[in-house]
């Protein structure tokens, strides 16, 4: 059974994040979806630091990370969540 409370949690790090992420060039753009088509891996793994919080334990980056990045907000939103989620009810 998925905690929604939980799940939710995790949606608004990984958004709160990946907002963080956003730069404005010329203030038209305000977010990252504007500037590039993706978010690296690399950074991605930063965003795990929030995620450990709420859930209580370590994850592995290279477990729970998609290689080679994200296309867009929802697809980092949805598939890391979904990963974690996956990773945190395999090691409960």
Do not use: C
Not at 48 to 71: C, D, F, H, T
């Amino acid at each position: 059974m998925v905690d929604e409370g939980l799940v939710r949690q995790i949606r608004e790090a990984l958004k709160s994040f990946w907002d963080e992420q956003s730069i404005s060039v010329d203030g038209s753009s305000t977010s990252i979806d504007d500037l590039v088509a993706a978010m690296d891996s690399m950074t991605a793994v930063e965003a795990l630091i929030a995620v450990e919080k709420i859930v209580g334990m370590e994850l592995p980056s290279g477990q729970v990370i998609r290689r080679g990045g994200y296309n867009d907000q929802e697809h980092f939103i949805s598939d890391l969540t979904t990963r974690v989620l996956t990773y945190v009810e395999e090691h409960s």
